[in-house]
């Protein structure tokens, strides 16, 4: 078997030729309400609890690192508005888009892969419908959807789980912690964090959905396709939350600089 | 009334590897093919491209004036509305119900209300034999229901060609032949172009008006139902009679000391053509031509004894 160079650059151009596809559907009537939901739904209810789990302890890790090198610096004082600042920037967008991928992405693969293995797409498409405007778009949505609301979830469950480490365990003082909240962290912050969600669900689920209609081979390819769903999803979350966080400190200077 | 469909110059392959090249045929408009071929040889590969769900790589598959291999995304969309499909495990969407399942196309495309979608739903699914099981998930049924239920789904916006890949795989003789008959009054009803893909002999024998036969990455033959019954071409022979000795082997085709071997041997002579089998109402189709004609037609002696259930109302 031989493997052409060009390979990998067909796969890559087809994904975004794909997302393109979504983007053009997306626009078209009618829209399908009830598969929206049905769908929000089903993504929020598979990562609603994991992300809550995954939220404390990351909130407190932050607060334990943090705390730590701030006490050597003797700024006990900003230890509020650090936590904050690396929670909201960072921490929560990149805990929702894990957890989406993880969790809806690879649930939205498999589903989409069992369909195509059972020639539900091709019949689907032979009844005059683009599983496109039908299928893929209501969950890229609604993947969106649910990463935007799931983002200020983390947050809040990051900064309280923060707060409660270093009050609790660190003898940090309540006062000063919320006081110092707004010291570094501005609401563009937030914004960006919450347009971080955006753009992760979207890849999450067009990744997805594109590796589970291309699923093929039987019931193994299936698991393949989902496997490499979760793999690419995360490559492409971190080159975009890199890229994104380069352009918002260009467009955003940091408070107080 | 049915379509006309017309291949030409048909060729895929898959990656290296050639599936079928330049296939040229003409389905005729409201009549019933059956495509043969020993396993693998691409027959729903052969389907799949007639529907546009594969591109060929030459070739045309003309439809109304529109070619499938080539037209937009969008056009694709409008022709396939002409088109009903039975695909191999009746593809149910496993999400839904059957009654769901079959009002789906209806609900897409048209603006009936849901009483009139039911009796529409209703009458296809007494049509399939599936009354009562309309609220059963797709999973909780035998694979001979999903089929049928698949060919409800195909039927609500009534098709003027009708697809069915090995309709006759997994199901029992008996159930295959309440199938091909249902199929064959299907096309006395709506006069639809029917094509059926299959490698069941019995089913080619005595339902199509016309066979095609595909063996090794091209179409061997395509022609009436009597043509190749009465064919002595050694593929088609082998075939349609399911016989042991001829070129196709266990794997592929054999080789020249094999087919050496078998040179002297003598062939079985050519059974008799059977009658083709009519409509429940017992009436000749539109589009069904008397038994024995295409013979005289063309100075072919058809093997003794053929058509010998020769009565018109015999129903098989």
Redesign the interface.
């Known amino acids: 078997m031989t493997v052409s160079t060009t390979a990998p650059l067909k796969h890559a151009g087809s994904l975004f030729a794909f997302a393109l596809d979504t983007a053009r559907a997306s626009v078209r009537r009618p829209f399908q309400v009830r598969e929206f939901l049905q769908q929000a739904w089903f993504v929020a209810s598979v990562t609603i609890i994991p992300t809550a789990l995954v939220a404390i302890p990351f909130g407190a890790v932050i607060a334990l690192q943090v705390g730590g090198l701030i006490k050597q610096f003797g700024a006990q004082a900003f230890t509020g508005s650090a936590a904050v600042l690396a929670v909201v920037r960072e921490a929560s967008p990149i805990a929702t888009a894990l957890l989406i991928a993880g969790a809806g992405g690879s649930a939205i693969c498999a589903d989409l892969g069992?369909?195509k293995i059972?020639?539900?797409l091709?019949?689907?498409?032979?009844?005059?419908?683009?599983p496109i405007h039908?299928l893929v778009v209501p969950r890229v949505l609604a993947t969106m959807l649910v990463a935007f609301f799931l983002n200020g979830f983390v947050s809040v469950v990051g900064v309280m789980g923060g707060y409660v480490f270093n009050v609790v365990l660190q003898d940090g003082t309540p006062g000063s912690y919320l006081a110092s909240f707004t010291a570094l962290a501005h609401l563009p912050d937030l914004w960006q964090g919450q347009a971080k969600a955006l753009v992760f669900g979207f890849i999450a689920a067009v990744v997805a959905s594109y590796k589970g209609m291309n699923a093929g081979g039987g019931p193994k390819g299936v698991g393949d396709a989902v496997n490499q769903s979760v793999v690419i999803t995360f490559m492409l979350l971190f080159v975009a939350n890199f890229c994104m966080t380069a352009i918002y400190f260009q467009l955003v200077p940091p408070k107080g600089a | 009334m049915g379509v006309e469909v017309r291949v030409e110059g048909l060729t895929k392959s898959f990656g290296s590897q050639l599936i079928w090249g330049d296939v040229s045929l003409t389905l005729p408009a409201g009549e019933i093919c059956v495509m043969l071929g020993p396993s693998g040889t691409g027959k729903s590969v052969f389907l799949?491209t007639l529907?546009g769900?594969l591109k060929p790589d030459k070739g045309h598959v003309h439809i109304e004036g529109t070619d499938i291999a080539t037209c937009s995304e969008r056009r694709l969309?409008?022709v396939?509305?002409l088109?009903g499909?039975l695909?191999?495990?009746g593809?149910?969407?496993?999400s839904m119900n059957l009654y769901d399942n079959v009002a789906?196309?209806l609900r897409?495309?048209t603006k009936k209300s849901e009483s009139e979608i039911r009796s529409i739903v209703m009458e296809k699914m007494e049509m399939v034999g599936l009354v009562g099981a309309e609220k059963k998930l797709p999973g909780e049924i035998s694979g001979g229901m999903r089929k049928r239920a698949?060919l409800a789904?195909a039927l609500v916006?009534e098709p003027e060609i009708l697809l069915f890949d090995e309709p006759d795989s997994g199901l029992d003789p008996v159930r295959t032949a309440f199938l091909n008959q249902l199929i064959i009054d299907l096309n006395e009803m709506t006069q639809a172009t029917c094509l059926i893909v299959t490698h069941d002999i019995n089913t080619a024998r005595t339902v199509p008006d016309n066979i095609g036969l595909l063996y090794h990455r091209h179409l061997a033959m395509f022609g009436p139902r009597e043509m190749l019954l009465s064919s002595e071409e050694p593929v088609v022979r082998q075939f349609l009679n399911a016989q042991r000795v001829g070129p196709i082997g266990m794997s592929e085709e054999k080789d020249a000391d094999e087919l050496a071997r078998e040179a002297d041997q003598e062939l079985p002579p050519l059974p008799p053509i059977p009658v083709q089998q009519l409509p429940s109402s017992g009436v000749i189709r539109p589009t069904q031509r008397p038994p024995g004609e295409w013979c005289r037609e063309n100075g072919v002696t058809p093997p003794p004894g053929s058509f010998a259930a020769d009565v018109v109302g015999a129903t098989t």
């Open positions: 069992a369909r059972r020639e539900e091709d019949a689907m498409m032979v009844l005059g419908i683009d039908r | 799949k529907i769900l969309y409008e396939r509305k088109f499909v695909f191999q495990d593809a149910m969407f496993g789906f196309p897409e495309h698949g789904r916006l």
